[in-house]
């Protein structure tokens, strides 16, 4: 059974940073692509990025430049450092893993999430 947990999430003004952790009881945290994903008030889950079980990095545009994903195998956990916070960041954030190499950008490529996480940023 895949569990993913996320922490991190907060009520931030824009500008500042935040660090988002996806700790994961996979097993074997290694064999799978992670992703994160965000759901804004009345809108869609969307794609933030992803990092693949080799390491490659994918991002959308809207947070490319602001925005890294990061992992650690060993402690079986993802990372999303999101820098120069935005009032439009403001979303329940996701993490999301398949197992693969791949990194999807749709939400129903993936078959295991966490519970999500609020990030609030204020102008």
């Known amino acids: 059974q895949v569990q993913l947990v996320e922490s991190g999430g907060g009520l931030v003004q824009a500008g500042v940073s935040l660090r988002l952790a996806c700790a994961g009881t996979?097993?074997?945290?290694?064999?799978?692509?992670m992703g994160w994903f965000l759901r804004a008030p009345g809108k869609e889950r969307e794609f933030v990025g992803g990092?693949?079980?080799?390491?490659?990095?994918t991002s959308s545009d809207s947070v490319k430049g602001r925005f890294t994903i990061s992992r650690d195998n060993g402690k079986d956990t993802m990372y999303l450092q999101m820098n120069s916070l935005k009032p439009d960041d403001t979303a329940v954030y996701y993490c999301?893993?398949?197992?693969?190499?791949?990194?999807?950008?749709?939400?129903?490529?993936?078959?295991?999430w966490g519970q999500g996480t609020q990030v609030t940023v204020s102008s």
């Open positions: 996979v097993g074997s945290f290694n064999i799978y692509s």
């Open positions: 999301a893993a398949r197992p693969g190499p791949t990194v999807f950008t749709s939400p129903g490529q993936y078959g295991y």
């Open positions: 990092i693949s079980w080799t390491g490659e990095r």
